[in-house]
């Protein structure tokens, strides 16, 4: 195994490679590593758990740092070991994977759609998504495998209601995003509809999720959560590669072998499937889809996809937030979409104020 | 501004032309059955609910209360929910109407701007800090709120090139709402009792008003109103290009600042009493210029008399589709108005009013 440094190498053979990726070859194969990406990754990912390992301690019962790294090894107080890995490690860990599932998801949608505000939840698909779920819970009562069949329906519903919405030969990003402003307001309009439909004690419970809550989950959400991951993933690594001939335009891509249209809908269908998955495992957490794909960017350099690190910095984020709800107003607890929210809107506005500023938006 | 019609849509009706009726005459005859419908609305209004009362019984309910179940539901239910809504209604549709003529954007409405949030921001935050419970306590605070929200979404909007084109001032106010929302839901969750009383209200709901706060609307939006009407002429003015307004001797800055201040008065007590409800106050002047054609004169009129209708209508709708609960009108305003918008922006002629 070697790694290269661009340049000329081996006599006359060139790497054409942008500057911050090193190829590793092995035998035949080689693979580009992006330096600060992974560099990135990691930064997020120790974040991430740092901000786990607090949130694993905190609590009615609290729980010393120590412990908790004990309980994780799989030793110590057996009570503590309890609380840490059957009553919190679900919660952290629905948290960290609905992030990276929402951040991923929103970079998919940036990058394919070319325009930093279109995110699943700014184009109504967590709104949709979060109807189909309401929908399930009131009517059909609510097991996860209805929660998250519905969650999907209702946000490929909201996608296609979206799409053939905004379609006018051809998509454009603020097009898509005015459009998405009327998707959330009819699919909000219908889960208070539902909520008002349903019992009493499936409206509360209902309403709680509607604002993005990490409260009370279990193994089933975290599982939700691996399987839209484990499905999802490997499509968006796989196109990814993609993502950058599309970014040359549609008749450069086709010049170099790709169906655009092909890899576009696939990697919108991934992106559809892990913000729908997030939101049946923990409600429409609101915009960690649209933040963290722009954090990353700002980081790394434009050429390159940072999926990766997109989805390690909404992991971060979530468990950040969580952890912040939890411990702000203390003892009471806030829904983590309420913070992402309140947190997430004005990134929005300073967004919207730059792309107007530099003259892209409509 | 005229638009040009284009050449594959020669065809097409250019966004402001002549409304379908276009006579002077056409237009009264039409608003006295607007007028007539939006009484059917009130009738409606106080006639449906959980409790039927016939028309009978509310006669005697207004002329000879003798205390019965059935007068004091009439007298202190029926009646304040729909003078108020009736109030909202002609607020929304007014406080719509002024919106798009100053800032001349077919996507101009209290609700996409944000306005409505923002008051419902600060009512929450008034009641919740302050305890102020009375109509008169809270309202002032809606209309800064109101003001405020419209300001930073005017501003956010109208940077860069272009000016305030709908599309940069629609996005703008989505996320100053979304962020004013996601505040407003932290400070009812943080607040239990607050959460209680503000589920519904912040939905948009007629159930709570009481005539306490039909009263206290009534003066807000009377002079909203006649501030509005003042302000019809230069309205037209306004419509035809700032330069254009000031060779006909109207002042573009003098009139979007009081319409401004209409806007917020209307829009914000609106909010103050019903809550934050969306659409109606988008919808009511298309529908309007559509009807009447591109006089503004007209269009307030008529605006303010169909957004009152249709909030009336969506409140009858509100109390029997979901029976024996009650949904909140803001809940069957976006069932209807959220498609209309979809529509709008679909439009091909998404152009500067």
Known sequence: ?362 | MKTRPRPDTATRRPVSSIGLARGNGSRAAGLAIALAALSGAVAASILIGAHPVSAAQVYTAFTDPTGSDTDRIVLHLRAPRTAVGLLAGLALGAAGTLVQAITRNPLGGPDILGVNAGAALTVVLAIAALDLVSFHGYVWFAFVGAAAAGVVVYAVGSLGQGGATPVKLALAGAAVTAMLGAVTSAVTLLDLTTLNEFRFWSVGSLGAADSAIAAGLLPFIAAGLVIAVALTRSMNALALGDTLASGLGARPHLVRGLGGAAAVLLAGAATAAAGPIGFVGLMAPHAARALVGADYRWILVWSAVIAATLLLAADVLARIMVRPEELQVGVVTALVGAPCFLYLIRRHTLVRL
């Open chain 1, 1 to 362: 195994m070697a790694v290269h440094k661009t340049g000329p190498v081996r006599g006359d053979r060139y790497q054409v490679l942008p500057p911050d990726v090193r190829a590793v070859r092995a035998g035949g194969a080689a693979l580009l590593l992006h330096v600060r990406a992974l560099v990135l990754v990691c930064l997020f990912s120790a974040a991430a758990l740092a901000a786990g390992v607090v949130s694993l301690g905190m609590g009615d019962y609290p729980v010393p740092l120590g412990e908790v790294v004990l309980a994780l090894a799989g030793g110590g107080d057996p009570i503590s070991a309890h609380v840490v890995t059957e009553m919190r490690l679900p919660r952290v860990a629905s948290g960290a994977g609905v992030g990276a599932a929402f951040a991923l998801a929103g970079a998919v949608f940036q990058r394919v759609v070319r325009n930093p505000l279109v995110s699943p939840d700014v184009i109504g698909i967590n709104a949709g998504a979060s109807a189909g779920a309401v929908l399930a819970i009131t009517v059909l009562g609510g097991s996860t495998m209805f929660t998250v069949a519905g969650a999907l329906i209702g946000a490929f519903a909201s996608a296609a209601l979206c799409y053939l919405v905004a379609y006018q030969g051809g998509v454009s990003g603020y097009r898509l995003v005015l459009v998405g402003i009327g998707v959330t307001a009819l699919s909000s309009a219908l889960t208070s509809y539902l909520l008002t439909r349903a019992e009493l004690h499936d409206a509360q419970r209902a309403s709680i999720w509607l604002t993005g809550s990490l409260a009370n989950r279990s193994w089933s959400h975290a599982g939700v959560i691996a399987g839209a991951l484990l499905v999802s993933v490997p499509v968006a690594v796989i196109l990814a590669r993609r993502l950058r001939l599309l970014e040359l335009g549609d008749d450069m891509a086709r010049t170099l072998g790709i169906g655009p249209d092909g890899a576009r809908s696939a990697l919108l269908g991934s992106g559809v499937v892990l913000a729908a998955l997030a939101t049946a495992a923990a409600g429409p957490i609101a915009f960690v889809a649209l933040v963290a794909p722009q954090i990353v960017r700002r980081l790394l350099n434009e050429s390159t996809a940072g999926l990766a690190a997109s989805a390690a910095c909404g992991a971060m984020l979530t468990v950040a937030a969580d952890l912040a709800a939890r411990s702000l107003f203390a003892p009471i607890e806030l829904p983590v979409g309420v913070l992402t929210a309140v947190a997430g809107a004005p990134f929005l506005l300073v967004l919207l104020a730059r792309a107007n500023r530099i003259g892209r938006s409509g």
